[in-house]
């Protein structure tokens, strides 16, 4: 079945970075989009990156643009969020995610707080 575990999520101070991982299985990673959401307290989920095959166009949110960069090795089956320059409304839960087949799949998520 498809599985999304995602990691690397932590504390981090105002202006630093974290890189996000998500490995994938049950599915042909490669022929799929893959997305990162992220979900504040008392927030709706929304969009942070999207990327479909290598060579395709990524898609961030319109507050991630410039700090954020998602990244994807279908060798490994993983989708990687590099996030620079986190400000504290950047904390959230952060989600992997895929559709397939009309069915959406989420991972468990990965906590990342920003804070001083």
């Known amino acids: 079945q498809v599985q999304l575990v995602e990691s690397g999520g932590g504390l981090v101070q105002p202006g630093g970075s974290l890189r996000l991982s998500c490995a994938a299985s049950?599915?042909?990673?490669?022929?799929?989009?893959m997305s990162w959401y992220r979900q504040a307290p008392g927030k709706e989920r929304e969009l942070v990156a999207s990327i479909g095959n290598p060579g395709s166009i990524a898609k961030y949110g319109d507050s991630m643009k410039g700090r954020f960069t998602i990244s994807r090795d279908n060798a490994k089956n993983t989708v990687f969020l590099q996030m620079n320059s986190l400000k504290p409304e950047d904390t959230a839960v952060y989600y992997c995610?895929?559709?397939?087949?009309?069915?959406?799949?989420w991972g468990q998520g990965t906590q990342v707080t920003v804070s001083s």
């Open positions: 049950g599915f042909i990673f490669s022929t799929y989009a």
């Open positions: 995610y895929v559709r397939r087949m009309g069915r959406e799949y």
